[in-house]
């Protein structure tokens, strides 16, 4: 497969935010959604409660690389692909009164994830600017591991993870 941007990068992001969702569920973060007997209720990472409960401990400012990932992610947050009624396009996302930073920049890293994962960014056309892919790619993958360094409980089942 021939891709623009750096191979082992991507591989990398994609196995820290696998093991990070795993970490999420493994300490009971996860989100049940309710369904007919006899199925059983699928669980989803619940990245919510964890932007809650690491709120008032995350600090964007706790080394220089994290606080610019931080601040690039907010200033250029990786658009959405949104089904216009007529054809996909793109928007840029924004952080609703309310929402707390950790919140937002969590949900900007599943939209890094969901972009990629879901083929939103094979349209060279509109992506072609591949500096912007590995940014987007470095800083998600530096806030993942700063939420990890404050999250005891979280860092050992994410250690603890293998495939």
Not at 14 to 19: A, E, I, P, Q
Not at 104 to 127: C, Q, T
Request: net charge negative.
């Amino acid at each position: 497969m021939n891709t623009k941007v750096d191979k082992d990068l991507l591989l990398k992001f994609f196995l820290v935010f696998s093991r990070f969702e795993y970490c999420l569920k493994a300490t009971g973060m996860f989100v049940r959604h309710a369904v007919e007997p006899p199925k059983w209720p699928r669980a989803e990472p619940d990245w919510d409660s964890f932007a809650n409960q690491i709120r008032d401990s995350f600090d964007r400012n706790a080394t220089d690389e994290l606080r610019e990932a931080c601040l690039y992610i907010v200033e250029s947050p990786p658009n959405q692909q949104v089904f216009t009624g007529h054809e996909l396009a793109w928007e840029t996302p924004c952080c609703p009164k309310g929402e707390s930073e950790i919140a937002f920049l969590l949900r900007m890293v599943r939209s890094v994830r969901n972009n990629l994962f879901h083929g939103g960014k094979y349209n060279i056309d509109f992506h072609e600017d591949t500096d912007r892919t590995t940014m987007l790619l470095r800083s998600s993958l530096h806030i993942l591991n700063a939420c990890l360094n404050i999250s005891p409980n979280q860092l050992a089942a994410y250690h603890e993870a293998r495939l």
